[in-house]
């Protein structure tokens, strides 16, 4: 089927931390033409917002009152480049500063404060209006897009999760151990689906993804064959 002939639709990806979401995601934007959007990169930058401006103590508590003041100032953009997509915090490439420990030990407190969520929810669904976006997250079909015509929810075993993120920081040539990510992992899966402002669940309607024995040009495939019923349909 040629995508020509399918209609533009909204496509949700969520699932747990370090499934490759972003990797598929990505991966299908390119593929159909459709923009894509990194959500748990948004969740980062305003981390790291928070880290650069003290506004997480030593003890790993928040000056929410802080943060939420300068998020109406703050910009998140993406920027495409021959390196691939960077995200862009006030206008600088932050990219390799979001991927790294100290980020990802904080990221989830901070994506728990109801107000950062209401801000960057709203950001969101603003990217999606013209349709034609695949986006990543933890709450995309639940929260900020209800009526995606494709869902998707991804998972798969923790330690399998935590290997993968392992090869990469390493490969990235980041000094850390299979156990501390493991940890990172799991803490991130505990926050991430108890807390109490949209927490990680899956829609009602979606279509799981266990990828933990699948190949990425399988999941590529299988990825495309979902577009491709979801957008067919009227
Ligand atoms: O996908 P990621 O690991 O880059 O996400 C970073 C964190 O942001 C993760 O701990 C969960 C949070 N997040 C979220 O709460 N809602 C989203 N839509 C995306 C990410």
Redesign the pocket.
């Known amino acids: 089927m040629s995508s020509k002939s399918l209609k533009p639709i909204i496509i949700a990806i969520d699932g747990y ?2 499934t490759g ?2 990797t598929m995601a990505k991966a299908l934007a390119q593929k159909i033409g459709y923009r894509y959007v ?4 948004m ?2 930058a305003v981390t790291l917002l928070a880290m650069q401006n003290g506004f997480i103590a030593a003890d790993g508590s928040v000056d929410e009152t802080s943060l939420i003041a300068a998020l109406p100032a703050t910009t998140i953009d993406f920027a495409v480049t021959p390196a691939g997509q960077r995200t862009l915090l006030n206008g600088s490439d932050v990219e390799a500063q979001i991927r790294g420990m100290e980020v990802s030990a904080h ?2 407190t901070i ?1 728990a404060i109801a107000a950062v969520r209401r801000d960057l929810v709203d950001r969101q669904r603003a990217y999606g209006e013209q349709k034609g976006i695949v986006m ?5 079909g639940t929260t ?1 897009f209800p009526s995606a015509e494709l869902k998707i929810f991804v998972n798969a075993p923790a330690a399998v999760r935590a290997t993968r993120r392992f090869k990469e920081l390493t490969a990235q040539g980041r000094q850390t151990t299979y156990e501390e990510v493991l940890a990172n992992v799991e803490h ?1 899966d505990l ?2 689906t108890t807390r109490a402002e949209s927490p ?1 669940r899956r829609a009602a309607d979606a279509i799981d993804l266990d990828n933990s024995l699948m190949t990425i040009d399988e999941q590529n495939d299988w990825l495309i064959a979902q577009y491709e019923k979801a957008a067919g349909r009227d």
Request: neutral net charge.
């Open positions: 931390s370090s979401k972003s990194d959500t748990g990169a969740y980062r990221v989830s994506a990543d997250g933890r709450d995309i900020v991130r926050i991430d990680l």
